[in-house]
């Protein structure tokens, strides 16, 4: 190759060598580009992510919330939230008692005491959760005789029952009682009131 040649590819070499450090800067750019792409859509991600973690949170609570409410309204409409109802009480065991055609019923309920909020109910939230107590005996053809009064006072009671123990013995039947059995219960008849702080 003569020097005149050269001359003659000088521009075309020159010009070769502008376009290949043009195209390693192009794909050098593209490379960051690509890397930068990456990061946002990583970002975009983790806070989508984080959205829908939130959503969820804010959906379980609303789901929580109206749980309580519906909860809270079910109480109310019994008359479980306020003070306590004893008359209403007596007079729904007394009807339970003509309604099931039972023998005679000896029962008491005990004063009543708040409950410890370690063991009152989870769903208690700001209410003073208190028990009276109630020991109920009576005279039974069968055990489910037992089975339809505690069902029934569980049901229609203005209070959460909670049935704590019963026991059923043998006894002698008479021509006045004709029943074989005596059961012995500890009802647990249990009431929501605000809390002392609610209520001023």
């Known amino acids: 190759m003569k020097l005149d040649d050269l001359k003659k590819i000088r521009g075309s070499a020159l010009l070769a060598i502008v376009m290949a450090v043009a195209g390693g800067m192009a794909l050098m750019a593209s490379g960051r580009l690509a890397e930068e792409t990456r990061q946002d859509h990583a970002r975009a991600t983790a806070v989508r992510g984080t959205a829908q973690s939130g959503l969820a949170a804010a959906r379980a609570e609303e789901a929580e919330i109206t749980q309580k409410i519906d909860r809270y309204s079910q109480l109310a409409a019994r008359g479980a939230i306020g003070t306590e109802r004893?008359?209403?009480?007596?007079?729904?065991?007394?009807?339970?008692?003509?309604?099931?055609?039972?023998?005679?019923?000896?029962?008491?309920?005990?004063?009543?005491?708040?409950?410890?909020?370690?063991?009152?109910?989870?769903?208690?939230?700001?209410?003073?959760?208190?028990?009276?107590?109630?020991?109920?005996?009576?005279?039974?053809l069968h055990e489910g005789d037992l089975v339809t009064l505690l069902d029934?006072?569980?049901?229609?009671?203005?209070?959460l029952v909670r049935t704590r123990e019963c026991s059923i013995t043998r006894r002698a039947a008479t021509d006045a009682s004709p029943e074989t059995l005596q059961a012995d219960c500890l009802l647990d008849w249990i009431t929501f009131s605000p809390a002392a702080r609610e209520r001023s």
């Open 86 to 140: 004893r008359l209403a009480w007596v007079e729904l065991i007394r009807d339970a008692r003509a309604r099931h055609r039972l023998g005679a019923l000896d029962y008491e309920f005990s004063p009543q005491r708040p409950i410890d909020r370690a063991i009152s109910p989870a769903d208690a939230g700001q209410f003073e959760v208190a028990s009276s107590t109630l020991r109920l005996k009576l005279p039974l």
């Open 152 to 159: 029934d006072l569980t049901q229609h009671a203005p209070a």
